[in-house]
């Protein structure tokens, strides 16, 4: 009798080529890798503080709402986005889904798919990265900043924990959008020698 405790990825059957382990397990990680940070950011749109040290009152509560919509629909969007980069490593990402109109069953071009995801990749590469330069402060792509003071060591333990991954989200999308893109274009190049034979 064999324990299945681990995960099996799901076959690649789907795919032209098929897809490095790797990248089939981080694309899969990924949504669950931002998960964390998600959740962190769900108690700030009902006023919790989650430990942090902040100045000012509470907002009015039309900014409230505001703000809850904004938490809500960022936390959506970041798993949303997560999960496309799933497409990197299945057949959807080849070849449209036929419930798309106008381009449904369609193949994707390799260039269509992997430009979106690198730049992309770069794009949070450069929002999540931050160099730590002594005095409370981080040096970051838009500039330098205060780290948040939280009011104890158990608060900014958990924000550590949660908000960390983030910083892992840009370059995991560029590698996999690489391996997307060699994995399209060395099929691409060996059809073309074969059809020329």
């Not at 694309?27 to 890798?33: F, G, M």
């Not at 260039?111 to 040096?139: D, N, Q, S, W």
Request: glycine share 10%; hydrophobic share 50%.
């Amino acid at each position: 009798m064999t324990l299945k405790i681990i995960h099996r990825p799901p076959s690649v059957s789907d795919t032209e080529r098929p897809v490095p382990r790797w990248a089939m397990r981080l694309a899969y990680a990924l949504p669950l890798l931002l998960l964390p940070s998600c959740l962190w950011r769900l108690p700030f749109a009902l006023h919790f503080d989650m430990g942090q040290v902040q100045e000012g009152g509470m907002p009015a509560s039309w900014v409230a709402w505001v703000g809850i919509l904004y938490i809500l629909g960022l936390s959506a969007l970041s798993e949303a986005i997560a999960f496309l980069t799933i497409g990197l490593v299945r057949g959807w990402g080849e070849v449209a889904p036929d419930w798309i109109p106008i381009l449904g069953g369609r193949r994707v071009r390799p260039v269509a798919a992997f430009g979106p995801a690198a730049l992309g990749g770069l794009m949070l590469t450069l929002l999540f990265t931050t160099v730590p330069i002594g005095g409370g402060r981080e040096l970051t792509f838009y500039g330098v900043i205060d780290t948040v003071e939280y009011s104890n060591a158990a608060w900014e333990t958990v924000a550590t924990v949660c908000v960390t991954p983030l910083a892992a989200w840009g370059p995991i999308t560029l590698a996999l959008a690489i391996a997307y893109y060699r994995r399209r274009t060395v099929a691409v190049t060996e059809n073309s020698y074969r059809n020329d034979l």
